[in-house]
C-alpha cells in the first residue's frame, strides 16, 4: 500500500460492514480499491496483481489504519490472510485492535519503509518475512530490521491469546474478589 494514510473506511468500506462477526469480511478487504463500481477487479490494484496474490505482510506507509475505530478493519486483513503489517505508523486504535485480534503491526522507521517498498514495486512476487520471536523483518534482498514490541503483547501473540483467554485463565482469581467483595462491600452488589 504505497501512499500514506490509509484508513479503516478504505480497508473495509461501509457496504461490506453487514456483520459483526468476524467472517464474511475477506471480500471487503479494501474493496473500493480492489473492484470497481460494477464489481469487478481493478487491474492497478496491487492486490489483484498475480505476483502479490496471497502474501501474508502488507507493507505500508505513514499512518496506516487511521479513521474510525472499526475493529472490522482488522478482521478483513485477518480473513484475507494477512498476518502481519509493517509500516512507518499506525491510527493508534487500530494499532491496539491489531493486538488485541492477533495481528501483529510492526513499526520501522521511514527510511527502511522507504527501501522495503522501492524492492517491492520493483520486484514482484519478491519475499520477505517477519519473525516475532526474533523481532526482525527481512527484505527481499537480505537486508534485516529489528524492531520493538512490549514484551507482555509479544508474548500474547506468541502464545495466540487475546484478552478474553488471559481472563480464563484468571477465572478462580476473578471470582475468589467477586465473592470477597461481596461481604467487604455488599451495597455494590
Not at 469487478?40 to 502479490?52: H, M, S
Request: with cysteine; proline share 5%.
Amino acid at each position: 500500500m504505497n501512499q500514506d494514510h490509509v484508513d479503516t473506511d478504505a480497508i473495509v468500506p461501509q457496504r461490506w460492514l453487514v456483520t459483526v462477526e468476524r467472517s464474511g469480511l475477506a471480500e471487503g478487504f479494501m474493496g473500493a480499491w480492489r473492484y470497481d463500481e460494477q464489481g469487478e477487479p481493478r487491474a492497478d490494484c496491487v492486490l489483484n496483481q498475480p505476483a502479490y496474490r496471497g502474501a501474508a505482510i502488507v507493507l505500508a506507509r505513514e499512518n496506516y489504519g487511521c479513521g474510525s475505530s472499526r475493529e472490522h478493519a482488522v478482521w478483513a486483513h485477518l480473513e484475507y490472510g494477512i498476518r502481519a503489517i509493517v509500516a512507518a505508523s499506525y491510527g493508534p486504535i487500530f494499532f491496539e485492535n491489531c493486538l488485541k485480534n492477533g495481528l501483529l503491526p510492526v513499526t520501522l522507521p521511514a527510511p527502511a519503509i522507504d527501501a522495503l517498498m522501492e524492492q517491492a514495486l520493483a520486484e514482484p512476487g519478491c519475499q520477505a518475512s517477519v519473525d516475532l520471536e526474533q523481532q526482525r523483518v527481512t527484505g527481499p534482498h537480505g537486508q534485516a530490521y529489528g524492531f520493538e514490541i512490549d514484551a507482555g503483547r509479544r508474548q500474547l501473540l506468541l502464545d495466540g491469546t487475546d484478552d478474553i483467554d488471559l481472563a480464563l485463565q484468571r477465572a478462580a482469581d476473578i471470582d475468589a474478589f467477586q465473592q470477597r467483595q461481596k461481604r467487604t462491600a455488599p451495597w455494590l452488589a
